[in-house]
């Protein structure tokens, strides 16, 4: 498969969620134009990104719904589920375990792990919180295939290199650092303050 | 000033990070390449994103740290304060308001709005959740300059129409839904699941 880049994925992610409100809708075929409009986008970029992946639909038909919604989850990798570990228990950490849109794109999470004695052992969203320590006895028999990690900015990359020693190969990191990991390693990085500077830069830059 | 990139918006802020990490150790000049290899970028990219700006540094000398800083937070506009209100006093919300990276950048969450009758008049951080019903009249004599929005997807577009109402020219929203707005008002999504979307795209991609 080709690389496409971030800003396509990120709009098949928008298309897919129409897409699945149209089909509990019960509509049959989309157009190029209906998907732009909802994603904020235009119709030759819907086709643009769509043809990267094949063909679908037919000229002055539309999208059959179902068959493209179909083939995005199967393009985004949606067509399973994972198994997702929260490092880190804190303010953030408790939010995300809560947050109900993981689950529903087929995101569970299945450990928990702070350095935290205070935190170690308790019940969270039906998980008990583990300790970090013993990460690497917790994830011998049950590996995870992607790391959410919301722990201090100093710890982050240690964290890091424990993740990648234990064949996690996918990290969603708030952490405010540049994680350096190996090349079949993919890292995501948000950083929450980050989005309102862009925020910022735009009122400034009137 | 000309119109950027919103990913270069992006690696200013990194590389203002870093400046400042750099100034916080003593060091009076440092060049392209160092930014470069703490924003995982090149020299050329990094001289690039600065030239949009004017000319900084000399060559062969680096860039001036304090300098480049205090011009980074210029273009940012990080030299001033800003007023935010969170709107919706969820998981995310609470995480949110303790979020010290907020404050640190000069984002200070001054009210918290909420509908649920439970959560009206409780203290959260030195605040008190007030009654969303009471926006307009709250915000009447203290007007907001940015509003986070953390409410439900069904409410958010009737939520945004009343904050644009009310002047509010930037709106961090992490409601999973496109919002519409007027032209002078700035919105940035944040969808969490969407942030896990590109992860299991790069893992179903190889």
Do not use: C
Not at 55 to 77: Q, T
Not at 82 to 111: E, P, T
């Amino acid at each position: 498969m080709r690389k496409v880049a971030e800003s396509t994925v990120r709009r098949l992610s928008l298309y897919l969620r129409f897409l699945e409100e149209f089909e509990g809708q019960g509509v049959g075929t989309v157009s190029s134009g209906a998907l732009a409009s909802r994603g904020g986008t235009t119709s030759a970029q819907v086709r643009k990104d769509l043809s990267f992946f094949g063909s679908f639909g037919k000229r002055g038909l539309g999208y059959p719904v179902p068959e493209l919604a179909d083939r995005l989850r199967e393009i985004l990798g949606l067509k399973r589920r994972y198994r997702v570990g929260m490092i880190g228990a804190g303010k953030i950490g408790s939010a995300l375990v809560q947050y109900r849109g993981f689950k529903q794109r087929g995101f569970d999470i299945v450990a928990i792990f702070d350095s935290d004695p205070a935190k170690i052992g308790r019940q969270w969203n039906g998980l008990t919180v583990l300790d970090i320590a013993s990460l690497e006895k917790e994830l011998a028999h049950r590996p995870l295939d992607m790391a959410v990690l919301v722990v201090p900015a100093e710890v982050a990359q240690a964290v890091t290199d424990r993740l990648v020693a234990l064949r996690i190969k996918a990290i969603l990191n708030f952490a405010p650092v540049q994680l350096s990991v190996p090349d079949d390693v993919v890292v995501k990085t948000v950083n929450l303050a980050l989005e309102l500077e862009t925020l910022s830069y735009a009122l400034a830059s009137r």
